[in-house]
């Protein structure tokens, strides 16, 4: 599998699917699919952003689909069942995660942490960390945690998180 594209990662690296139900099947430039990254955005980020700014559904849809030009896209699907996006980007020294938004009804049964756990898995075998970003008052910011993130930067607004490659055993694992 080809990793890095020259404008310094992949564009078209697909996540493998999380057996046995999950797939990402990937999003593309079309209108419908813009649209559904993001209404999964609205849904996933609106508590957490209405109560400090309120939704400005002209800035926010503009922010998202400067977003969605930037980088690579993905619909998590579990069946018939579209539960949400993330972005998966592999640089040369590091893999960039983010636009991981569940739509309520999906949120608090373990998707969550099931999606991470395995997009983690794929960096291990890269041997690459993993960086994203999180407002400060997301409770997502616990998930990151429990899975190794550490904050190594922090604006007004956001928390930088790392999760190092974990070191290698004797065995080699």
């Given at each position: ?129 993993v960086r994203l970003e999180h407002l400060h008052w997301n409770p997502v910011g616990a998930l990151y945690r429990r899975n190794g993130f550490e904050e190594i930067e922090q604006s007004d607004i956001h928390c930088f ?13």
């Amino acid at each position: 599998m080809e990793l890095v594209h020259s404008t310094g990662y992949h564009t078209k690296m697909d996540i493998p699917e999380l057996g046995p139900d999950i797939t990402f099947p990937r999003l593309g430039p079309h209108f419908e699919d813009e649209e559904f990254a993001f209404e999964a955005k609205h849904a996933a980020m609106g508590p957490h952003i209405v109560p400090r700014w309120g939704w400005d559904d002209a800035f926010q849809r503009d922010l998202h689909l400067k977003r969605y030009s930037q980088k690579p896209f993905s619909e998590i699907r579990q069946g018939a069942n579209r539960l949400g996006t993330l972005s998966f980007q592999t640089f040369p020294d590091h893999i960039r995660f983010g636009e991981f938004y569940l739509f309520p009804k999906f949120q608090r049964q373990g998707i969550g942490s099931r999606v991470l756990k395995h997009c983690l898995l794929i960096a291990d075998e890269l041997r690459l960390p993993v960086r994203l970003e999180h407002l400060h008052w997301n409770p997502v910011g616990a998930l990151y945690r429990r899975n190794g993130f550490e904050e190594i930067e922090q604006s007004d607004i956001h928390c930088f998180m790392e999760r190092p490659v974990p070191k290698r055993t004797p065995s080699g694992n």
